[in-house]
């Protein structure tokens, strides 16, 4: 063991220049050090030909400017991405080590920094490791000393690495055919810059009327701020390739912005819709910023109550007991220029309120998605509280083995002090048809079957229905 040692240490000695290499998939981290201290930062160079030719001529460019005759390469064992590099440096007769992993990265490490404390005592040498508690110094007398990151007030580095970039940089090579001064417009894609509608509609005290008004929220976490910059929204299904996002621990501004008359301006952009903000706004990084889009008022609505139980299967039915379900109740609206909107609503979610004796009570919310105009908004907000249903399965008969008849009885009570209508859906599988039905009714679908009921106040109704199945 004694001999192997001293073979190691022999291959290193006062005109011997050391390299050592971190070897990765891509590119490769280089360090070199001489016997004096001299020291070549860190540099990365491509795990290819031309990166190992640049390698090698940094090397050799370094040991002979500084007198040397030797130089020993140190490389990790561990991975196979060293492999080509070796294969290199042996054509050239190089001299090579292995070497445990954390000695090269410590070799990275080996700069000299200055540290200075809360209570001014200032602090020289290598870095030698740092973790979240302390950084570790050997100063030019050889002793180790560790200080606490609590007690650090600045640290001072020789210089900023080759790769570090302080602010957000973007360098162009550009090639003009006259000198002088020119004017560059740059188009680019950027993360980091999301948006989203919010809608408020307010139910008036009297009458089937709301106002609705609509505000977008604009979130900046791109790490930029845009300073009287024109907003674009567009909505619609755009097509993106997600990366993996980059979680930023930042605390977000919001800043909700006073509504003014102006509103977005629409354009159909494509298969989407694009809203311009008609002026200018500033968005500054790490911030939400609230828009007023759009206001509507006096739009007349519907209520709509709606009784479903779910698919009504004969093997299914026949296993349970009467069956209980709310009553939806929906708030149904047109997007057309007649009700006083007549454009295009981005989805978004919508809180709705009633207007009560001077106060405004929240009453439901829903979510509605991209609406192209003349088409129904429809926002189930709830259930009722003083309309009940209940399904009862009645009967079942087995004409033959594949042909089924089963009954069924829906009641309605209404409690409210005010008549109701109900639509009653009924989800029916399989090839059916109704034999006998004490109601009016309609086939949706194949598989659709709706009532409408009118319920006076206080009162109960029922519908008794049998269908065969095949």
Partial sequence: MKDVNTKKLKRVNGKTLLVTVDASKMKHSGYCRCPDGTDIKPFEF????????????????MKTTHGLEDMVVGFESTGPYAEPLLHFLRKRKARLVQVNPLHTKRLKELQEIQILDKENRLYSGELLSHNLQEIVLRRKNGTIVAIKRG??????????????????TLVWEIISEKAGRHKVEATYLTGGLNWKANY??????EGNFLNLNSWVTVNNTSGVAYSDATLKLIAGEVRRVKERPQVRMKTMMLDVTVPMATEFKHQPLFEYHIYTLPRRITLKDDQEKQILF??????????????ETGTGHWRWDRRVGPLKAPVKVTIEFKNDKESGIG?????????????????????GEDSIPHTPKSEEVKLHIGNAFDIIGKKKHTEHKEITRHIFENTYEISLRNHKQEMVTIQVIE?????????QADHKYEKKDAFTLKFVVDIPAES???????????
């Fill in 427 to 435: 989800r029916l599988t399989g090839d059916w048809e109704i034999i």
């Fill in 460 to 470: 109960f109704r029922s519908i008794i229905y049998t269908v065969r199945h095949r």
């Fill in 294 to 307: 759009l206001t509507s008022q006096n739009i007349p609505f519907r209520k709509v109550y709606t009784f």
């Fill in 46 to 61: 491509f795990n290819t030909g031309r990166g190992f030719q640049e390698f090698w001529e940094k090397i050799c460019h």
């Fill in 151 to 168: 007690n650090i007030s600045s640290i001072e580095f020789p210089a900023l690495p080759d790769a570090l970039v302080t602010s957000p």
């Fill in 200 to 205: 408020l509609a307010i139910i008036a005290p």
């Fill in 343 to 363: 454009m295009p609503l981005p989805a978004g979610r919508v809180k709705v309120y009633k207007d009560s004796e001077g106060g405004l009570e929240f009453i």
